[in-house]
């Protein structure tokens, strides 16, 4: 019986450390930078991490921006695991959210336009510039537009720094995302990024094929006609090719 029961703690024990080494083997396989492209083809890397937050460092956070933007109010709790400009730009399928640091594979994207206030709509992108110290800007911060509201104001959804993803107004944001931290200038843009190909289609005069091409990046992919019959033939309505019988 004491034999048995011997036996049966070892088991387990193995099975635990069994566990704990699968565990520890498979994290930094998971973790580390990862190169992905914008739609028109630019490459971008970001850096998948876990959070590294001491405790009570969480509460610290919301203190420290508390007392700058008492008006907003946190979605999610503080983590390292991503930052502003992941949350902002990055399109992951399995929703994970990850560190990007520079922003311009995105900005420079053919498929990134500039808006006025006026053009704003839900879904845009507001970036928020500070000085490069070469008489020019350098982006800081980015958030999402989550409603656009009347007289060219909208609220924002955005991660600020290690702390929380926070809903806000435009121009709610600590003084970590002002133009000069000793003055009060924000500067900001409106960015709307079109993650989806316009495609207007080309006869190529091949039977089987016929061509797609991007009207704003000139991405080009091939598909097939879409052949109707007509009475002495058939033809392809999306881009007139036509085969006589
Ligand atoms: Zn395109
Ligand atoms: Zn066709």
């Known amino acids: 019986m004491k034999r048995k029961l011997l036996l049966s703690v070892f088991f387990t024990c193995f099975i635990i450390l069994l ?29 998948y991490e876990q959070n590294h937050l001491f405790p009570g460092q969480a509460q610290m956070l919301a203190n420290y921006y508390y007392q700058y933007c ?11 695991e991503y930052n502003c400009h992941g949350y902002a730009w990055c399109e992951s399928p399995d929703n ?27 879904g845009d992108r507001i970036v928020y510039y500070g000085l490069d110290g070469n008489n020019g800007f350098t982006p800081l911060h980015s958030g999402v537009i989550a409603y656009v509201l009347s007289g060219n104001s909208f ?8 702390g929380a993803l926070y809903q806000h107004d435009y121009s709610d944001v600590p003084p970590d995302y002002y133009c000069d931290y000793n003055n009060s200038d924000l500067v900001y843009g409106f960015y709307r990024y079109d ?21 704003i990046c000139g991405h080009m992919t091939f598909e097939e006609h879409n ?12 881009c007139g090719h036509v085969i006589q019988f």
């Open 96 to 122: 994970t959210h990850y560190r990007l640091f520079d922003i311009d594979p995105f900005l420079n994207d053919s498929h990134t336009h500039q808006l006025t206030a006026a053009e704003v709509q839900v």
């Open 155 to 162: 609220m924002v959804i955005s991660k600020w720094g290690e």
């Open 19 to 47: 566990a704990t080494l699968t565990v520890f083997a498979t994290l930094p396989s998971t973790y580390g930078y990862y190169n992905f492209y914008t739609i028109s083809g630019n490459m971008y890397t970001v850096q």
């Open 195 to 215: 993650n989806m190909h316009s495609y207007s289609i080309f006869d190529p005069f091949d039977d089987t094929i016929h061509e797609c091409r991007c009207g």
């Open 227 to 238: 052949y109707v019959d007509f009475p002495d033939g058939m033809y392809c309505p999306d």
């Open 70 to 80: 008492p008006g907003a109010f946190d979605l999610s709790p503080a983590t390292t």
